[in-house]
């Protein structure tokens, strides 16, 4: 054959190759359907998982599989609704109740039917949960509407956020984390291991590489859904055949202990989850019950002491930690999250209590008188106020203000932190008013990780 027909028969070779392996890679790229099972939902962030194939069951009779496969006992009334589950019973708060999600959806829907007469194949997700009035499931899907559940075998894993990498080793520890965004540093392990190569530095907050994530071959990559670098990076990364979890905010603690228990159902380890769950909500327990019968005050959560400081408003991790530490956040009812507010206001509403975030470090009395007499010059409208008057202005810098300001597993730390704060009375070790990276001294809980 001579050179060009050579040349000819290698190009359409070529061509043949590529056109029978595109379809083969579009089939290794179709990410498997996990979706297809029922979820047993306890309540109190624990929620079991079974998978199973839909075909023609009921929901009664999925039902049935599924307890048989857990080893749980089911009592039914004559209309097939469980009436105890596994040794839970309805009682007059909490009953048994089914939940359906439509197909290519996550959003719950109470159902009122026999389950006998309803088919799993009608719906997305189905779920019996032990539910009350205002109660919403745990969710099977995370932010972008993916299914979170998976055969348990994602062993490698980066996290884009401080956030998730706190939830992250909550969970599992150091293993398995191969990266994270440059701005995780607790435990201190994370931080040391970054430094000697152990795990990688994939980035920033709000910018992480894609090239640096995929550049550690993970299994699944954790983010944030309200940060937009995280969304761009995940949908790169599925078309890789990465898996990604998009987790909700979390702006309370309910939102976090679901994305705790989402992040244990993705990864492999829902038992796991489920022991930080139970810790956070046993201590934030605890602290309610050490500050019981005092009164509550009105507290501003500010991110700094300039007059147009970001506050806090409804709908934010601080707002809900100082919900639980007997505070009124005088912003409370402004359902903005985070906005910039305007010093007469915050004049006009008069705190009892400042609590602020420092971005830079106040660790000495000198430190925070000069902090205080910057705010008596520069915004009067605050040294106006009761707070200011009384000196009842903390000042929250470096590990402090990470624990105050980063919703995570460590919400019950910020709850004490911020009860210790508004109620001294009621605590051994009373802070001063400035905190930072001895914040643990003034602890009576612990992470628990």
Same mark, same amino acid.
């Given at each position: 054959m001579s050179a060009r027909g050579l040349k000819i028969a290698a190009s359409l070779a070529m061509i043949m190759m590529v056109a029978i392996s595109v379809p083969i890679l579009a089939d290794i790229n179709e990410p498997r359907d996990y979706s297809e099972g029922m979820l047993i939902d306890?309540?109190?962030?624990?929620?079991?998982?079974?998978p199973m194939e839909k075909e023609e069951k009921t929901i009664a009779e999925a039902l049935d599989q599924s307890c048989t496969?857990?080893?749980?006992?089911v009592i039914k009334d004559v209309n097939g609704i469980p009436e105890? #589950?596994? $040794?839970?019973?309805?009682?007059s708060v909490r009953t048994w109740t089914i939940w359906t999600t439509p197909k290519g959806s996550g959003i719950w829907e109470k159902q009122n039917g026999s389950p006998e007469d309803l088919y799993m194949k009608d719906f997305g997700f189905v779920t019996f949960a032990f539910s009350y009035e205002g109660y919403t499931p745990l969710s099977c899907v995370d932010a972008e509407g993916r299914c979170i559940f998976n055969d348990g075998t994602l062993y490698r894993t980066i996290t884009l956020a401080p956030s998730c990498t706190e939830m992250y080793y909550a969970i599992h520890g150091i293993g398995g984390l191969v990266g994270t965004d440059l701005y995780s540093n607790y435990p201190a392990a994370i931080t040391d291991m970054r430094g000697s190569g152990r795990i990688a530095a994939i980035g920033g907050y709000t910018n992480p590489s894609y090239e640096k994530v995929l550049g550690q071959r993970p299994d699944?990559?954790?983010?944030?859904?309200? #940060?937009? $670098?995280?969304?761009?990076?995940?949908?790169?990364l599925r078309s890789t055949n990465v898996v990604t979890l998009m987790l909700p905010e979390s702006d309370s603690t309910d939102a976090i202990c679901r994305n705790i228990w989402a992040i244990g159902q993705a990864t492999g380890n829902p038992e796991n989850a489920k022991v930080v769950t139970d810790n956070i909500t046993e201590q934030l327990d605890n602290i309610l019950s050490g500050i019981k019968n005092t009164v509550k005050k009105d507290v501003l959560l500010a991110l700094g002491i300039l007059p147009s400081a970001f506050t806090s408003g409804d709908n934010t991790y601080m707002d809900d930690a100082?919900?639980?530490?007997r505070g009124t956040n005088i912003f409370g009812e402004e359902n903005l999250g985070w906005?910039?507010?305007?010093?007469?206001?915050?004049?006009?509403?008069?705190?009892?209590?400042?609590?602020?975030v420092s971005e830079s470090r106040v660790t000495t009395q000198?430190?925070?008188d000069e902090k205080m007499e910057w705010i008596k010059s520069n915004n009067p409208q605050w040294a106006g106020t009761d707070a200011f008057k009384n000196g009842e202005v903390y000042f929250f810098s470096g590990q402090a203000a990470d624990v105050l300001s980063r919703p995570g597993p460590r919400v019950c730390q910020a709850a004490e932190l911020l009860a210790n704060a508004l109620h001294p009375e009621r605590f051994s070790n009373p802070i001063p008013k400035y905190v930072s990276d001895d914040y643990k001294d003034y602890l009576t809980v612990s992470a628990g990780w």
């Open positions: 306890f309540g109190r962030y624990d929620g079991v998982w079974v496969a857990k080893g749980y006992a105890s #589950i596994n $040794g839970i019973t309805n009682n699944i990559v954790i983010g944030e859904a309200d #940060i937009g $670098g995280h969304l761009d990076v995940a949908k790169r100082t919900q639980y530490a906005f910039p507010s305007s010093a007469e206001e915050v004049k006009d509403r008069n705190p009892q209590v400042i609590i602020i000198a430190e925070y």
